[in-house]
């Protein structure tokens, strides 16, 4: 996996022409809606024509021409109120250089992704609609993502667009001011595609779309647009930071291999080069901020060579860093993870006492998978297994359920034998 | 023809699952793992669900006003849906007998379990055309 599954140089072109292409579509007919329509089945002729008949000398101006036109038919259709005799030519378009560079705005994308990412919308919407318009994916291979049928996915970004319509945002560039109280919630998308990329890339899942390298596209993109925020590079370090241990994180089997005895052989050096070169600009620029601070983390353990090397006091400075920016409970629990790789299992048990009455997270499975883990490093096995089991129930994610119930069998196993081995000593020494 | 293939157990049979030894769950899960590659390979694969543990599962029904009224005490014997299979084959034999490999599956106690499964034909919305 680890983004092996390659795109075709044509899927390749499409994607990264897809929003230039919607930019202009949109900026000529004023109607992002239906822009977003059309760009979509010029994008669907060029998979189809293409192949056979060969790349148009401008690929992109070929797309804007049947864009252009299919929007023409649709207005004139409606005008008409009669029945379009006509659907996307199949001919090759002339093509008029000159009119399209001109019409080309290198802010577009920017647009669009701000767009894309309304705070009006739901963020599944968002996420879907992210991925059609700025990331030049087809409906099929979003709804394939998402494992959802693609009827479904087609009303998801639907719904998207009349939020869009009905909220009356202009296609405009944003304001310096609106860029920075919009870029968050922007990067928030970003992060959610990425997440479910790296969480559903678990198991044999290998005809899926590979979300999470898609969201690095895409984030490349925020960053090649907004070069000097330091958010925008810390999100994509954390993302490269935290892909790199993709091809280490499962077995032969798909079972879920933890980062302490993942093979570090297998991490992607690359990525991690990347990611640490990125957070070392994000962190010259002053404040850290949340992704930042993660990547932070998620380089602390890239660096490690061995787990046990791992510079745990630094990543309890980070955790109490991010406890103090913007606490939560789930960074309460990592922060207690820390804790007991610092001062030991018994300590971090403490400090995961302060979330029994936290109702965010009370009875939620990461608490109990905590405290097995914890109480395992303490050698209560007994505790141990109790926690496992009751993390493995509350699981919504079958390889962790999978790998949560083989723990607490393997504790037990190991326990039986000692008991088996201490009691058969016991008779050789009466 | 469509078929659904349902695994149910009763809460007992999922808390001894829970304690099943470890080479018992990883026989389970390369098992699983190998029917559903060999539904994908056959071309009879439609969809297949696995279900979280009924720990919070509801009966759910509408009040007066339409609001959801939900109740979660279910008697010790009912029987909660664990998982499901779809799939698209020639003939009822042929959902018989994938039906009888995913009962093959190991069990628990070392057991070569035989699950009982459940396989029911799914209404298709187009009609035959009586030829």
Known sequence: ?430 | MKYILMMSARKSDFEAYAKWSRQELEANVAFMRAFSRELKESGAFVASEGLAWPNDAKLVRAGSNGEPITDGVFPESKEFLAGYWIIDVESAKQAYAFAARLSRGPGGGGSTGSMPVEVRQVLSSHGDLGL
Request: charged share 25%.
């Open chain 1, 1 to 430: 996996m680890n983004g092996q599954t390659a795109d075709t140089p044509l899927e390749h072109l499409l994607r990264e022409l897809a929003p230039q292409v919607l930019g202009v579509i949109t900026r000529r007919f004023r109607d992002f809606s239906a822009a977003e329509d059309a760009v979509q089945e010029a994008l669907l002729a060029a998979f189809r024509q293409w192949p056979h008949d060969g790349m148009p000398e401008s690929p992109r101006g070929w797309l804007i021409h049947v864009a252009s036109r299919r929007m023409t038919d649709m207005v004139r259709s409606e005008l008409a109120r009669r029945e379009r005799e006509n659907t996307v030519a199949e001919a090759e378009p002339a093509v008029e250089p000159a009119v399209i560079e001109a019409d080309m705005d290198p802010d577009d994308t920017l647009i669009l992704l701000f767009m894309c990412c309304h705070p009006a919308l739901s963020a599944s919407s968002a996420i879907a609609l992210t991925l059609r318009a700025v990331g030049g994916l087809t409906t099929a291979e979003i709804a394939n993502a998402f494992m959802v049928p693609e009827s479904t996915m087609a009303q998801r970004i639907s719904r998207a667009k009349q939020s869009i319509r009905a909220s009356r945002v202009p296609f405009l560039a944003p304001t310096a001011q609106e860029r920075k109280e919009r870029l968050p919630a922007v990067l928030h998308i970003l992060y959610l595609i990425f997440s479910e990329g790296y969480a559903s890339s678990i198991g044999e899942q290998l005809q899926r779309l590979d979300l999470a390298r898609e969201a690095i596209r895409l984030t490349r993109h925020a960053r090649a647009l907004l070069p000097e925020d330091a958010e925008v590079a810390g999100l994509l370090a954390l993302m490269l930071l935290t892909d790199a241990r993709q091809a280490a994180r499962t077995g032969p089997g798909g079972e879920l291999i933890p980062l302490d005895k993942q093979d570090r052989n297998l991490w992607d050096r690359a990525e991690i080069a990347e990611g640490t070169e990125l957070l070392r600009f994000a962190l010259s620029k002053g404040v850290a901020g949340l992704y930042q601070l993660q990547a932070a983390i998620a380089a602390v353990h890239d660096e490690a060579a061995r787990a046990e090397d791992t510079d745990w006091p630094q990543i309890l400075a980070l955790y109490e860093l991010l406890r103090t920016m913007a606490p939560s409970p789930l960074v309460t629990l990592n922060h207690a993870i820390a804790v007991a790789m610092v001062d030991g299992p018994a300590s971090g048990l403490e400090k995961l006492k302060a979330l029994d009455n936290d109702a965010r997270l009370a009875g939620h499975y990461r608490l109990d998978a905590v405290r097995a883990h914890l109480f395992e490093m303490l050698g209560d096995v007994e505790k141990a297994v109790e926690h496992y089991r009751a993390a493995a129930t509350g699981t919504t994610n079958l390889p962790e359920q999978n790998y949560l119930l083989t723990q607490a069998a393997r504790l037990e196993e190991a326990c039986n034998r000692q008991s088996v081995q201490s009691a058969s000593q016991n008779r050789e020494h009466s």
